[in-house]
């Protein structure tokens, strides 16, 4: 087959077929400049593969091992535990795979699979090369000798390669495209043989209707080589074509005998000529946009089909496939040349296979625990079967399953399909993650005993114990349990203790809805900004709000960010005082010193403790994004509880919020990793309201870095209803951003609402507003904030995203 | 009121006083009414305990001079040819300059089920401004039992028998301090539950403001009636206030559970939850996900997708 692509294209070449209509499939090897000179005029033009040549001591263009890179293999390392292979490893099984294929003189297999080995082959000789020493030529020096004068046994070396373009007679820089097509280097030693092979390839590679090689001897010893040719032209045309041959069968030429008669080579033509318009019908549209469709037809403007434009138009043809991903889209062939359309025949890389693959530690390939649903349904529907290969949602399905959380090395993988010409498989390999795993983490803490020395026994192990069985049934569901306290020898003070149960595709793995249950058991411990002192009052009493219970809901993802949540909670909240003491009242201290205990009561029940059933839902639309580096869209979150009358007193509420914020780019910017980010208003609204029975510790609460700024928590009130507004203007500095702010927090008079109306016991204005500026130090944010209820400011440093 | 002793402190009080408290009982049961009973509130220390003691002319209640008062609230009945008299006397409800809501909720849980007819409000003439404290009593009242209790309510203002400071006359400090005072009531029940008092209401309906003077060193007139500093006998007067503002046209106020619990926030539209879930539902929770619709349709492909 003298038809078929190179892999990258770089070493396209022209295949002299005898026939016009012989399209990419004659598989004569022994094409040669006389057959262009026929007077049938028909054409082939045919990217070759390289891998047909002897290996030579090449050098392979930076450039070339780029796209090679990225076509033989994607992968993608995750994890970071094993730094792992290289693009290496697909490119071996690449090669290997074409191995096959590659021949002789004429042709081999898949372009790209013979490239790669072509690739190894290369790096091998010269790896070889370099201890070889190199022979004299013998000869007077300033002659030149013919190759065949040149002695096999002899290697030369060659001091430098001329090209001389015998048509306009000028010699040819380096930097002409047909200089990538020698594979011979200046300062390379090679034998005669290895020379003849060259020019035996130039010859066929159809690019040149007659091509030379001529040494000349240097005084050195070394020899000079210049290659003569002359470059093959076709007729004008005028239209350009581009289909996609992906996935069809090459068609066998037959070769055309020698003593054929006049009629036979006529009918022998006829039935190429059909065959290939066939072909060119069968074949599917290619991607290419009409665009670059008017960029080629431009280059076809300039005059004669030549090699040189046909290389040209293959660039511009797969630049624009590597531009957009399509990493395996190869120019394979151009057809139809001397009548007055072009058409370049692409391989784009159909995916016809989809493999998913399990690894041991070892990297062997073995079975996996996680079921394959689990995987299939991250990928995104670019990587399935019958699509183009893309390099970006090779990219996304490694996202999407690393997400998972589930493997510590994942690879994707897209080789060629041996058994399919022209075709794609993506091959996914994975190494999982140990399902169970158990983790200790200890602190020693030292309190000031008596006397505010500490003792031995003020001495206290703390610590967390938690374990994980993650991908239980290989389904992706988990259990994970925690234990934390700061005393392990009295874990009864305080011990925080998680257990939940995480199971995803309720709706089973292969149904596209996506919805996680989750259970937990849970208990936590809060300080209670409900039960904090207004700006004049320094010192009230804190009340703790331990909250223990079991939790279970249902999440719906619609997006990666977008999501709505429902389910029920069971909880008993205790709330105590500093002594860890339960406290039904909170507290307050007296002018005199004294602390009275008759204070807002804690709970619901009056006694300090409460246990209640309610739902909660939360929907949550978020579809910001970042623009270079700055958050820019569009939040949403509204959350519900609703108590269904079961638990002390028979709870019967509706505790509602609503969050609406706003990240507005005021100036259009450039998207570009290192450009600088737009200036951002973000405008926020958060509106917090309870109908029926409120406790005070779901009261809600103003004043904090995430309420109003520039106040301590629950500084300004808790209220029944509330209403905070904000607006930060952020502005790029350098490669953060600074910003300025405006916060106010309002308990719409509802303050009163909440029994025995805390805020004002604890005299607390009900509403405040703050404003100030700030930088953001990496995650610290850094800000000065002035409150506006007593008018003095404060610097603060924060972490995380106030919005 | 069956265990109403008889009163019989009526009899210590001098002639004249006794004629006039007898006539006033008198036209009360004209109106039929057998029974009145007198709610008695303030601050500690301002005499509560000494005027339920004048009014009753016994040693009723135990008067702690330096203590904070009662602990609890008294209720002291007595009766007379058929006539029952209450006043309750209450712990003065605030306690080193904050009001103390432990005192308020005895006071409550003590009133459940009584009928309030009057309401003394009782602070010293002999002090000179209102605070914010002052306001704040006010406001618990109001909260505790509605601004309507101050249609019956007597602002009582003891240590009655001072001397002015310089250049004033005793009419004319009477007359701020007073104004003061209502100025205070009335703001500081219209700062309470409820739509705001327009300023008409309570000032339409003055209230009246009593002058007590319990101590024994009373200036005293000709028929041994303890006087004021402007020479009317004051038990006579006080108990005709009383009396007066009893027999109102408002009606007296039935301390029941739902008053002392105030206006219920936690039951206030509990009634519209499941209509507000509803609308939660679907304006609000089908809105948002139609947006994340939009946003899902409208997500910037890449080009490759």
């Known amino acids: 087959m003298a038809s078929f692509t190179a892999g990258t294209g770089q070493f396209l070449t022209l295949g002299p077929t005898r026939r016009r209509s012989n399209p990419k499939t004659s598989s004569h090897p022994k094409p040669s400049t006389t057959h262009l000179a026929t007077p049938i005029r028909c054409q082939q033009i045919s990217s070759q593969n390289p891998n047909t040549k002897p290996s030579k001591p090449l050098k392979v263009p930076l450039k070339t091992l780029g796209v090679a890179a990225a076509v033989s293999g994607v992968i993608f390392l995750t994890g970071g535990k094993n730094p792992l292979l290289s693009s290496g490893s697909g490119g071996s099984g690449g090669g290997g795979a074409a191995g096959g294929g590659g021949g002789g003189g004429g042709g081999g297999g898949w372009g790209g699979g013979g490239f790669w080995r072509k690739l190894f082959s290369a790096a091998a000789n010269a790896d070889e090369e370099k201890g070889n020493e190199w022979d004299s030529h013998g000869m007077p020096a300033d002659i030149v000798v013919q190759l065949n004068k040149l002695s096999g046994f002899k290697k030369y070396k060659v001091s430098e390669i001329l090209f001389l373009d015998k048509v306009k007679s000028i010699l040819v820089g380096s930097d002409d495209s047909f200089f990538e097509m020698v594979s011979l280097r200046a300062n390379g030693v090679y034998t005669k043989a290895q020379l003849q092979k060259e020019l035996e390839t130039l010859a066929t590679s159809g690019m040149f209707e007659k091509v030379d090689l001529e040494a000349k001897t240097n005084a050195d010893g070394t020899i000079g080589l210049t290659v003569s040719f002359t470059e093959s032209t076709w007729e004008e045309a005028d239209h350009f074509r581009c289909i996609n041959v992906g996935l069809m069968a090459q068609s066998k030429g037959v070769d055309v005998e020698e003593n054929m008669t006049e009629k036979e080579k006529v009918d022998y033509m006829r039935n190429q000529e059909r065959d290939y318009r066939r072909r060119m019908d069968r074949a599917r549209p290619c991607m290419l946009p009409s665009s670059v469709h008017n960029e080629i037809l431009s280059i076809l403007g300039q005059g004669n089909v030549s090699a040189r434009m046909l290389q040209n138009i293959r660039d511009r043809v797969q630049k624009w496939y590597h531009d957009e991903g399509y990493a395996c889209a190869q120019v394979v062939n151009f057809g139809n040349l001397n009548t007055n359309e072009v058409v370049c025949e692409v391989v784009e890389g159909d995916i ?231 406290s039904s009242n909170g507290q307050r201290v007296l002018p005199s010193g004294g602390i009275s205990a008759d204070g807002p009561p804690t709970t619901l029940s009056g006694t300090g403790i409460d246990r209640m059933v309610f739902g909660q839902a939360n929907i949550t639309r978020d579809n910001t994004k970042f623009v270079n580096g700055a958050i820019v869209g569009e939040r949403n979150v509204f959350q519900l509880d609703q108590g269904l009358g079961i638990g002390s007193k028979f709870p019967f509420f509706n505790r509602h919020q609503l969050t609406m914020t706003r990240f507005i780019q005021l100036k259009e910017v450039e998207e570009a990793a290192g450009k600088p980010p737009p200036p951002v208003l973000v405008l926020h609204g958060h509106y917090g309201g309870c109908v029926g029975d409120l406790p005070s510790y779901d009261a809600f609460t103003l004043g904090g870095p995430y309420s109003v700024r520039g106040y301590n928590m629950g500084e300004i009130g808790a209220a029944r209803n509330i209403l905070e507004v904000a607006a930060e203007l952020r502005i790029p500095v350098r490669n953060t951003h600074a910003y300025v702010f405006v916060e106010h927090g309002n308990d719409l008079g509802s303050s009163k609402d909440v029994k025995g109306n805390p805020t004002e016991v604890y005299r607390r204005m009900g509403h405040g507003s703050s404003y100030g500026v700030g930088a953001k130090l990496g995650l610290v944010r850094a800000e000065y904030a002035v409150d506006h209820n007593s008018g003095t400011g404060a610097l603060f440093f924060r972490f995380g995203e106030r919005f | 009121m069956a265990t109403a002793r008889e009163w019989v402190g009526i009899q210590k009080f001098p002639l004249a006083t006794q004629t006039a408290l007898l006539e006033i009982l008198g036209t009360l049961k004209e109106k039929e009414m057998d029974s009145l009973t007198v709610l008695v ?251 994340i619709k939009d946003d899902i349709a409208k997500a910037p492909k890449s080009s490759w997708e």
């Open chain 1, 352 to 582: 016809t296979r989809v493999v998913i693959q399990f690894q041991d530690k070892l990297g062997n390939v073995c079975e996996g625990n996680t079921q394959i649903g689990v995987v299939k349904r991250e990928l995104p529907k670019q990587l399935q079967k019958g699509n183009v290969f893309n390099i970006e949602a090779g990219k996304q399905a490694l996202r999407n399953i690393n997400s998972l959380s589930l493997f510590s090395n994942i690879e994707v993988n897209p080789r060629p399909d041996e058994k399919n010409e022209g075709g794609i498989i993506v091959e996914i390999k994975l190494k999982e993650l140990e399902q169970k795993s158990a983790e200790v983490s200890s602190e020693w803490s030292i309190v000031p005993g008596r006397g505010g020395r500490p003792t031995l026994a003020s001495i206290q192990p703390g610590g967390t114990v938690s374990f994980e069985h993650r991908n239980i049934k290989g389904l992706n569901r988990s259990v994970l349990g925690s234990v934390t306290t700061s005393n392990f020898l009295n874990p009864q003070d305080d011990l925080a203790f998680k257990l939940e149960y995480v199971h995803p595709y309720l709706d089973g793995v292969s149904n596209p809805r996506n919805r996680t249950l989750r259970t937990s058991v849970f208990n936590s411990r809060k300080l209670s900004p409900v039960f904090t002192g207004g700006p004049g009052i320094d010192e009230v009493p804190p009340i703790w709000v331990d909250r223990a219970g079991v939790k279970t809901n249902i999440t719906e993802n619609f997006t990666r960010q977008s999501k709505f949540t429902y389910g029920i909670v069971m909880e008993e909240i205790t709330t105590r005082d500093e002594s860890s003491n339960i």
């Open chain 2, 41 to 291: 509130m303030g601050k500690g220390g301002v005499g509560k305990s000494s005027t339920v003691n004048s009014i009753i002319g016994e040693r009723a209640v135990a008067v702690s001079t330096f203590q904070s008062d009662v602990p609890r609230p008294v209720m002291v009945s007595r009766e007379r040819s058929g006539f029952t008299l209450n006043i309750i006397d209450t712990p003065g409800i605030v306690e080193g300059g904050y009001i103390n809501d432990q005192a308020l909720e005895l006071i409550k849980r003590f009133l459940l089920n009584k009928t309030i007819d009057v309401l003394l409000y009782v602070d010293r003439l002999d002090s000179y401004r209102v605070d914010n404290l002052d306001k704040q009593i006010v406001k618990v009242i109001t909260e505790s039992f509605g601004k309507e209790i101050w249609r019956k309510g007597v602002v009582v203002l003891t240590h009655a028998q001072l001397t002015p400071p310089d250049c004033l006359s005793y009419e004319d400090f009477f007359a701020r301090r007073s104004d003061a005072i209502l100025k205070v009531i009335d703001s500081g029940a219209g700062a309470g539950v409820g739509a705001p008092f327009r300023k008409r209401e309570v000032l339409g309906h003055a209230i009246p403001v009593a002058l007590v003077e319990n101590s024994t060193r009373c200036n005293k007139n000709d028929g041994e009636e303890k006087i004021l500093p402007n020479g009317t006998s004051w038990i006579p007067s006080i108990v005709k206030t009383i009396a007066e503002v009893a027999t109102n046209e408002s009606k007296s106020i039935l301390v029941d559970q739902k008053l002392i619990d105030g206006p219920n926030a936690n039951e206030r539209g509990k009634m519209f939850i499941p209509l507000i879930l509803a609308f939660q539902y679907f304006f609000v929770v089908k809105r948002v996900q139609s947006w």
